[in-house]
């Protein structure tokens, strides 16, 4: 009976001691994994999960750009010959001629812009003012139409008399932008250090424009008979010059403000700190100017830096 005693009291005094050497190990291990890198723990190591920018606030930058610019020259001369063939019958046809083409230039630039962003998250908004100088962005055409108009509408005659009119158009026009400023609003998603981004707005661009016309105009009056016998006869007149319609207008205008409107998609990348570089195109299509519609395609690299 002794010795069965004298076996619990060891077994409880050696499961007392395991259980000691138990907790002290744990609490070492505690301390020792508190000291271990964070990926041994088993989270995320620091560097993986790129955080969102901060975009808020304003910046300034400045850029260069490459431009394609499309004028419309096909309607130019319609103001000028409205003029010359103003209350006669010659004014609608005329106004329909096609005398000018549309052409294309292509030039460099440059130029600044400021502006502010707000950011909620990842969703970032403001507003922008653009500006850009371009060069040799400059672009001309001429044209030549010779066309008879017999008894256009509103022409009165006596019977069996028909006009026939002679009209030679030769017109000119040049267009040149010098600069613009455009005022946008923006859109974009902060994806780390990048910064999609919309924008449209409005633009006001300053251009040199001018158109000339020289129109030569004759007329002729034929007369046409019928004798008793059913005898059709026609008797072809002189042919005369109009001189009150033969002249020539040139009309031209230096330092024009044409406003528009802008849309467009780009992208920025913060560099380090604040610094960040951006890419992005741009359309611009201007208001008729001389009746000459103007419209530009520009692709712009710029640096930024945000306050």
Do not use: C, H
Not at 71 to 96: E, M, Y
Not at 186 to 191: H, V
């Amino acid at each position: 009976m002794i010795g069965v005693k004298l076996e619990l009291f060891d077994g409880s005094v050696a499961m007392r001691r395991l259980l000691l050497a138990a907790v002290m190990f744990g609490a070492v291990s505690g301390a020792q994994a508190a000291d271990m890198p964070d990926f041994l723990r088993g989270s995320i190591p620091a560097g993986v999960s790129t955080p969102t920018r901060n975009w808020d606030g304003w910046y300034v930058g400045g850029q260069v750009g490459y431009s394609a610019v499309e004028s419309d020259f096909s309607k130019s001369v319609v103001g000028l010959t409205n003029f010359i063939f103003r209350d006669s019958v010659l004014q609608q046809p005329t106004s329909q001629f096609n005398l000018l083409a549309k052409t294309t230039t292509q030039g460099t630039g440059f130029g600044g812009f400021v502006g502010r962003n707000y950011q909620w998250d990842d969703l970032v908004a403001g507003v922008e003012a653009n500006y850009n100088y371009f060069g040799g962005l400059s672009t001309s055409t001429s044209g030549f139409n010779s066309l008879e108009i017999v008894n256009p509408p509103g022409q009165v005659n006596p019977p069996g008399v028909s006009t026939t009119y002679g009209v030679t158009l030769t017109g000119r026009a040049a267009a040149q932008i010098k600069d613009a400023i455009t005022f946008r609003a923006r859109a974009g998603w902060a994806a780390g250090n990048f910064l999609p981004y919309a924008f449209g707005g409005i633009a006001v661009g300053r251009m040199d424009v001018s158109r000339s016309v020289t129109s030569s105009v004759t007329r002729r009056d034929d007369t046409t008979v019928t004798d008793v016998l059913g005898v059709t006869t026609t008797t072809r007149g002189p042919t005369l010059p109009v001189p009150a319609q033969s002249q020539t207008l040139v009309e031209q205008r230096t330092n024009a403000f044409v406003a528009g409107w802008v849309g467009g998609l780009g992208v920025e990348y913060m560099l380090w700190d604040n610094l960040f570089m951006r890419g992005e195109w741009e359309y611009v299509k201007f208001l008729q100017v001389k009746n000459t519609v103007i419209q530009a395609n520009n692709l712009r690299v710029g640096v930024g830096y945000k306050f």
